[in-house]
């Protein structure tokens, strides 16, 4: 079994910055990925960013690139999402999620990963 727990999560305002983290225990993996997603309510959960677990490939949603950053400290078993220049728009509830199965064609399809974080809301005020 795997346990994922995020933090870091808040209340900032609008062209702050915030990160987040996603601890791993239990059953570790060498592939696949970890994700980033958040949702909102009355909307499906929207991929935000991933990395690959074995190497140094990263993808992110159109609407976050070139203000959010993932990485991923393996000695730690956990990963980042660091977010600057945050918009209103950015307000949900973040999940992390990581699967050993993910490949690059499902890497931004949340139903493809097994094991989730219990979320953590951050809320950026215009």
């Known amino acids: 079994q795997v346990q994922l727990v995020e933090s870091g999560g808040g209340l900032v305002q609008a062209g702050g910055s915030l990160r987040l983290s996603c601890a791993a225990s239990g059953r570790t993996f060498s592939t696949g990925a970890m994700g980033w997603f958040r949702q909102t309510p009355g909307k499906e959960r929207e991929f935000v960013a991933a990395?690959?677990?074995?190497?140094?490939?990263?993808w992110y949603a159109d609407s976050v690139k070139g203000r959010f950053t993932i990485s991923r400290d393996n000695a730690k078993n956990t990963v980042y999402l660091q977010m600057n220049s945050l918009k209103p728009e950015d307000t949900a509830i973040y999940y992390c999620?990581?699967?050993?199965?993910?490949?690059?064609?499902?890497?931004?399809?949340?139903?493809?990963?097994?094991?989730w974080g219990q979320g953590t809301q951050v809320t950026v005020s215009s």
């Open positions: 990395i690959s677990w074995s190497g140094p490939t990263t």
């Open positions: 999620a990581i699967d050993p199965t993910i490949t690059t064609v499902t890497i931004r399809i949340h139903a493809r990963y097994r094991y």
